[in-house]
């Protein structure tokens, strides 16, 4: 079965950090680009950084870039997302998400989404 | 940035009906477009990827149409099970966006 289950999620003050892990399975991980999507508490979806199949190629939202930092280790099928300087409007679930291999950029397998809350 | 303006924000509607909820993108971007489902409590799940292509397991009463700007997702015969907020993406460019959803409600 294709699985992405993510990890990491906690309360945390104003300008702390925090990484988020995302571990897969059921499918060769090396092959497709990741992602991290969020979604505030009673909101839409924001797309929140791209990593590809090998690392090379890296995307940030405008809203993250310099804070946050997406990594993959290909040889233990998984991914993280290192996010630093955190604030309030960082408060959301964090889904871990393939692509599917096309040229451009779907989202089919989620995982079920870490909590991060950001509160003093 | 691409802006992704979807149609409605909500709408109601019974067992057996049919709904059409519309996508538009700020620029062209061919048909790279994706519409996903998201139930209370769950992860968004991919319907449609790129604009007209059904996902593998999706019932077929969900359809997807359009090109450049305008994109469609048609949902004919409401089964209980889809009465939920659909998003709209744009995967042509980043930063990737997402429509702001349309819930559809039982009437």
């Known amino acids: 079965e294709v699985q992405l289950v993510e990890s990491g999620g906690d309360l945390v003050q104003p300008g702390g950090s925090l990484r988020l892990s995302c571990a897969a399975s059921?499918?060769?991980?090396?092959?497709?680009?990741m992602n991290w999507v969020r979604q505030a508490p009673g909101k839409g979806l924001e797309w929140v950084a791209f990593?590809?199949?090998?690392?090379?190629?890296?995307y940030y939202a405008d809203s993250v870039r310099g804070r946050f930092t997406i990594s993959r280790d290909n040889a233990r099928d998984s991914f993280s997302l290192q996010m630093n300087s955190l604030r309030d409007e960082d408060t959301a679930m964090y889904y871990c998400v393939r692509s599917p291999r096309m040229s451009r950029v779907g989202l089919d397998i989620w995982g079920q989404g870490t909590m991060i809350t950001v509160s003093s | 940035d691409i802006q992704m303006t979807q149609s409605p924000s909500s709408v109601s509607a019974s067992v057996g009906d049919s709904v059409t909820i519309t996508c538009r993108a700020s620029?062209?971007?061919?048909?790279?477009l994706g519409w996903y489902q998201q139930k209370p409590g769950q992860a968004p799940k991919l319907l449609i990827f790129p604009a007209s292509n059904l996902q593998s397991g999706v019932p077929s009463r969900f359809s997807g149409s359009g090109s450049g700007p305008d994109f469609t997702l048609t949902i004919n015969s409401l089964q209980p099970e889809d009465f939920a907020t659909y998003y709209c993406?744009?995967?042509?460019?980043?930063?990737?966006?997402f429509g702001g959803g349309t819930k559809v409600e039982i009437k």
């Open positions: 990593i590809s199949d090998s690392g090379n190629s890296i």
């Open positions: 620029q062209s971007i061919s048909s790279w």
């Open positions: 993406q744009q995967g042509n460019s980043f930063p990737l966006t």
């Open positions: 059921g499918f060769t991980f090396s092959s497709f680009s």
